[in-house]
C-alpha cells in the first residue's frame, strides 16, 4: 500500500494524538488513517486492504480504545509520558 502522507498539525494536542495512531500497530493505525485522514468508508478501506468490512470496523474501534488509554489526560492537562 502507498503511504499516507500525515496531516499538518497545528495545536501541541494534534501533535500528541498523531504520535499515538503512528505507534498503534500497523493493522490498528492503516484504518484509522485511512478513515480520519483520508476519509475513506470502511467499505472502500476494506475494498484497499482486502479486508472483510467486519474486520475494519472491529480493528477501528479497537484502535480508538488503545488511543482513549493513550490519550488520556491529554484534554485535562495532564502529561502523556507512555508515547514516545
Same mark, same amino acid.
Given at each position: 500500500m502507498e503511504q $499516507?502522507? #500525515?496531516p499538518p498539525t497545528s495545536e501541541p494536542q494534534d501533535d500528541l494524538i498523531l504520535r499515538a495512531v503512528l505507534h498503534l500497530q500497523p493493522r490498528y493505525r492503516e484504518p484509522i488513517l485511512l478513515y480520519?485522514?483520508?476519509e475513506y468508508t $470502511?467499505?472502500? $478501506? #476494506?475494498? $484497499?486492504?482486502g479486508e472483510k468490512e467486519n474486520t475494519i470496523s472491529t480493528r477501528l474501534r479497537r484502535a480508538r480504545k488503545q488511543l482513549e488509554e493513550e490519550l488520556?489526560?491529554?484534554f485535562d492537562g495532564t502529561a502523556l509520558e507512555r508515547i514516545p
Open positions: $499516507i502522507p #500525515a480520519y485522514w483520508q $470502511i467499505r472502500e $478501506i #476494506a475494498q $484497499i486492504t488520556k489526560g491529554v
